[in-house]
């Protein structure tokens, strides 16, 4: 896909640049939002893609990978809230008049891709390292299988972790905590893991590097590889795994279920990846992950019950403990160009300064696993007044009142202590959260202040 140009004019007559868009609108609303899945669908079924699994996985990419139809959906719920009167870009031409029935669009030329070519490197990368970790892979007889990429899956699966086969698969984001990972399993479940990698093609790759048609490339390399992947489970009875973030898993579980594999899946947090799936059981979060997977998907969606939740704490102890203020980092949100949330949260880290002398409490951040080391020097360098810390105990015996964007660390730790959560704009962590409230930042410090004044007279 070409760069996005362009600029977009609102009915109030202002304006800003397509390409500022990110800035503007926060990107991780987009994922959980039904009118991004029906973007992607309208886009999919004017794609003249007549293989219906094929036209899921299609979906699955534009929902997951696809810049241009994340601008679509967001230009489409800016419109929503503030009408826009005219769009000028290379990516909306009158194919989305239905979409925007009452703005003018003015579309200069573009291509006719939706899926990224700038991801090329990554698409190599992606096929170099799952042909290498296939290189290494064993021979394990078994009829339950495990797909694991870090600790989340052990957590999730302590149970049946001593007895299935374990296939181990790269994990890009974070190497460090790969590693750890691996050498856990290494060292006590040596006799069932085994590495694994999806067995991709070149060939859709080097087409991509000779064609403009990047969309029909990258599907055909996604499809392949998870198609012969099933020979890797030919005698898999039972298949558990948390891979609903992997847009071409549905066409391995397809053939699985079809050969009489049960397959269970577990979300690894409280987002919304693939739309389609192809799951016999997926245990979810929050109602809004179940909503968002039932309605296209025939599977049995039940609610995860199984977190490990920390003990209440004793309300005596409450009233005579000192507080602390502890913040859950969401990690280094600009890898993800999450830019909006990422420019929220440094204004959450530096305006907690004042909010902190204020309350006469100290400042604490739980920081992300992801983040890198380099990413968090430049964190200490650029909020002093953070003390960084990496597990509860850190904060002593003083009672954490935790401060929150969208962090799943809440339903571990959300009777640790009062979470507040973090609203700006579009922003609003209660879609991901069943029955919370939020603020803004400008109003964190009366709040904190009421809720002490009630918890102390309770």
């Known amino acids: 896909m070409s760069a996005v140009t362009g600029k977009v004019v609102l009915k109030n007559k202002e304006e800003f640049l397509l390409n500022e868009i990110r800035l503007r609108f926060p990107f991780s609303m987009i994922k959980i939002s039904e009118r991004h899945k029906d973007i992607c669908e309208y886009i999919a079924n004017r794609s003249g893609i007549k293989d219906n699994m094929q036209v899921k996985l299609y979906v699955n990419l534009l929902f997951l990978k696809s810049e241009k139809a994340k601008i679509i959906t967001a230009l489409s719920l800016i419109n929503d809230k503030y009408g826009i009167a005219v769009i000028e870009s290379n990516i909306i031409s009158d194919d989305f008049l239905e979409i925007f029935p009452n703005t003018k669009l003015n579309y200069t030329t573009g291509d006719n891709n939706y899926l990224d070519n700038q991801s090329l490197k990554a698409l190599f990368l992606k096929y170099f390292v799952n042909r290498a970790f296939r290189i290494f892979k064993r021979k394990i007889d078994g009829d339950s299988y495990i797909r694991a990429w870090v600790e989340v899956s052990s957590n999730i699966y302590s149970k049946q972790f001593p007895t299935a086969v374990i296939y181990l698969y790269p994990f890009f984001l974070n190497y460090s905590r790969a590693w750890a990972f691996y050498k856990f399993l290494f060292k006590n479940h040596r006799k069932q893991v085994s590495l694994m990698g999806v067995p991709y093609s070149i060939k859709p790759l080097i087409k991509l590097l000779l064609s403009k048609n990047n969309d029909n490339n990258i599907l055909n390399f996604e499809y392949s590889g998870y198609y012969k992947h099933f020979k890797d489970f030919k005698n898999a009875k039972e298949l558990f795994t948390t891979d609903e973030f992997e847009p071409g898993s549905l066409v391995l579980h397809h053939l699985l279920k079809a050969n009489g594999c049960h397959i269970t899946n577990t979300a690894h947090g409280i987002g919304t990846y693939s739309p389609f799936v192809e799951y016999s059981d997926f245990y979810v979060f929050n109602e809004i992950q179940r909503k968002f997977y039932e309605k296209r998907n025939d599977c049995n969606i039940l609610l995860h019950t199984d977190t490990k939740v920390e003990p209440v704490i004793n309300q ?83 009672q954490p009142i935790f401060i929150n964007l969208y962090s799943t660390l809440y339903l571990g730790w959300k009777n640790l202590g009062r979470f507040y959560f973090i609203n700006k704009g579009f922003f609003e962590p209660g879609v991901y959260f069943d029955g919370i409230t939020s603020c803004m930042i400008e109003q964190l410090e009366s709040k904190i202040k009421d809720d002490i004044k009630y918890e102390a007279t309770a």
């Open 316 to 398: 005596l102890n409450i009233r005579n403990a000192e507080y602390c203020l502890v913040l859950i980092d969401q990690g280094e949100l600009t890898r993800y160009n999450l830019y909006f949330e990422n420019e929220l949260q440094l204004k959450l880290y530096s305006d907690v300064k004042d909010i902190a002398d204020n309350l006469n409490m100290p400042v604490m951040l739980k920081v992300h696993p992801n983040r890198s080391g380099s990413s968090l020097e430049k964190l200490k360098a650029n909020f002093p007044h953070l003390q960084i810390i990496n597990n509860k105990e850190e904060w002593g015996n003083k």
